[in-house]
């Protein structure tokens, strides 16, 4: 499996006072179990970029290719894509709707023309790699916790067995117990899948444990690529863009200054503590 983006831009309002190009010759190659962290502040191109993924933007100028075929060409099947690239939008359970759990998390596989009894695999597969309790199966969606319906909301998703799954902010709006609960969450099925996870955050804390590849977006362009290890080393330049590295990078720098005899590669607390103990012995 994999995803190319080569040379793609994207104009909005093309022609009038409003145009804009949210996307600019950005080209990329997504690769099987990579778990891929996208940043940038607000209007950087980040929802933009993901939606042409998995083609519910068609770009401007470039190509698209998935498994090798041209997703822009005559034939191409684009339901087929969407369910090999699943989307989660920012608040995704704002599309729940079905009566209970099991029927909202049974709606798209049940598109597909499968059996009961494969509908019925899917559907609790789903709800096992998302964690959702097992006795508010048969619960109205709408009657549950703000984090049991993003979990809820993801495992419609997961019942469709995407090869890549997008996730564009999917701890918004939740406390941080619910935010930690639903990444862990995340990871957790990453790691059970092998499935690519591309997840969009502002959070620079949370990227840094648990991606193995940051995408950094600025004016519709990549301006870095790279591991977070990486991309954090340029901690002064993503301020310029209105990005903060974790806090743990101005922690290590810090101590640098100060004259400790410390590594500045470290990017979370574990990484921090494990340096700070050698330093001490």
Wanted: proline letters at 4%; glycine letters at 8%; hydrophobic letters at 40%.
């Amino acid at each position: 499996m994999s995803l190319i983006l080569d040379k793609v831009s994207y104009i909005y309002s093309p022609g009038n006072a409003y145009e804009t190009v949210a996307i600019d010759n950005v080209s990329l190659r997504i690769r099987d179990n990579e778990f891929i962290g996208i940043i940038g502040h607000t209007g950087s191109g980040k929802s933009t970029l993901i939606q042409h993924m998995n083609g519910l933007l068609a770009p401007t100028s470039g190509d698209i290719y998935f498994n090798g075929k041209d997703i822009s060409e005559k034939g191409f099947n684009k339901q087929e894509l969407r369910s090999k690239v699943g989307m989660v939008f920012q608040y995704p359970e704002h599309q729940l709707f079905e009566a209970t759990v099991f029927e909202d998390i049974a709606f798209g596989p049940s598109n597909l023309g499968l059996s009961k009894e494969e509908i019925d695999d899917r559907v609790y597969e789903a709800l096992k790699l998302v964690e959702f309790p097992e006795d508010l199966i048969s619960a109205s969606p709408f009657d549950l916790s703000g984090g049991q319906k993003r979990r809820a909301a993801i495992a419609g998703v997961l019942a469709m067995k995407p090869e890549i799954l997008i996730l564009d902010e999917p701890t918004a709006g939740l406390d941080p117990k619910g935010r930690d609960d639903i990444l862990d969450m995340i990871n957790n099925m990453h790691k059970s899948t092998g499935n690519t996870v591309v997840l969009v955050s502002h959070s620079m804390e949370d990227i840094a444990r648990l991606v193995d590849r940051i995408i950094v977006m600025n004016k519709g362009k990549v301006a870095y690529d790279d591991t977070p290890k990486e991309v954090y080393k340029n901690y002064k330049e993503l301020e310029q863009m209105g990005l903060r590295a974790p806090q743990i990078t101005y922690l290590m720098h810090d101590l640098k200054n100060l004259g400790y005899d410390v590594s500045t590669d470290a990017t979370t607390v574990d990484e921090a503590s494990a340096e700070i103990l050698r330093l001490f012995g």
